[in-house]
């Protein structure tokens, strides 16, 4: 039998002092982020809690993803600080009573406000997890938030277009992704099919907010080594060499605060509001709608509660 012996790499254990200090520190670098995904808590640790991880390591990451979950099932850490996107339910919306459907509706009332604009608005991002960082945002402005997951499928780019001929009105997609060759890939295809799915017709404006080359070019975000052998490295390649950019490097949009990734998207969003006056008429109507539900909901409570009036004992069930 083959003799064995130990490695001789020596790896650094952290004592008890120094986890603590790591954990107190990534409970603050969520709290400031929140709702931010796990891989933005190991970029926004990069050269302050841990070194980037290279080459095909992930052991840095591991260990965020190690402490996160430890410290949310210990309740250190708020489960809905983190956002997770990749499970879905789908099931029919269901009410414990006809009570219970007027009122959650009534919470949740939204009118459309972007009907009065001319052009639809909706935000497409490459990942889901990214897409948990971006809804806080999407949400207040009332605009579709699309999840690609990579390379968005022909169905996916179909089915939309289906919708914007719908409307019968332009379409301004905001776009969040990484800037590596599946990342510019993912625009490049959307624009292309959706213009072929429109048979020319279909009024397209694409903008990508993130990651941009000028992102790249400032040298303040972490980098990482592109893959050269990735199909579309040719056309990668040949972007970055246009603006100036480095082919062999990539960013990945969790490289980006998410704190000013939301301001952003939130100042694009409000710069594509071309009526602003009609927009704060819509927005007063919907307040009032709302209160109007309130009331409604309050006096439907009142007529559906059981009546105990002019009962007598038989009426209880008596023989």
């Known amino acids: 039998m083959a003799g064995y012996s130990a490695s001789s790499i020596k790896r650094h254990r952290r004592t008890k002092a120094q986890v603590e200090a790591l954990r107190a520190a990534i409970c603050e670098l969520a709290e400031a ?3 931010c995904s796990v891989r933005h808590i190991y970029y926004l640790g990069i050269g302050l809690l841990w070194d980037k991880d290279t080459g095909h390591s992930r052991r840095n990451y591991s260990v965020v993803v190690r402490e996160v979950g430890q410290l949310r099932e210990a309740g250190r850490l708020p489960w809905e600080w983190i956002t997770d996107g990749t499970r879905m339910v789908r099931q029919e919306t269901q009410y414990d009573s006809l009570n219970d459907a007027m009122q959650r509706n009534t919470e949740t009332y939204r009118r459309n406000l972007w009907a009065s604009q001319s052009r639809r608005v909706e935000v497409w991002c490459e990942s889901d997890s990214v897409g948990g960082v971006l809804l806080p945002i ?19 780019v179909y089915e939309a277009v289906q919708q914007y001929a719908h409307q019968g009105k332009g379409v301004t997609v905001v776009f969040c992704g990484d800037w590596d060759p599946t990342g510019r890939c993912v625009p490049r295809s959307v624009i292309e099919r959706m213009k072929r799915y429109g048979i020319g017709d279909l009024d397209l404006e694409f903008r990508q907010i993130a990651i941009t080359a000028d992102d790249v070019r400032s040298g303040r975000l972490t980098t990482h080594d592109v893959n050269t052998r990735d199909v579309n490295y040719k056309r990668y390649r040949e972007e970055c060499l246009r603006e100036g950019i480095d082919p062999h490097t990539a960013v990945e949009v969790e490289a980006l605060r998410p704190g000013l990734l939301r301001q952003r998207l939130d100042k694009t969003i409000e710069g594509l509001v071309d009526d602003v ?8 109507t919907e307040e009032a709608e709302r209160e109007l539900l309130k009331v409604l909901q309050q006096r439907a409570t009142v007529l559906l509660r059981p009546s105990t009036d002019g009962l007598t004992a038989d009426d209880g069930g008596g023989e």
């Open 33 to 35: 982020a929140q709702p």
């Open 138 to 156: 999407t949400s207040a402005w009332g605009v579709g938030l699309y999840s690609c997951r990579g390379q968005s499928s022909k169905t996916f």
């Open 277 to 284: 006056r009609q927009w704060n008429i819509e927005f007063r």
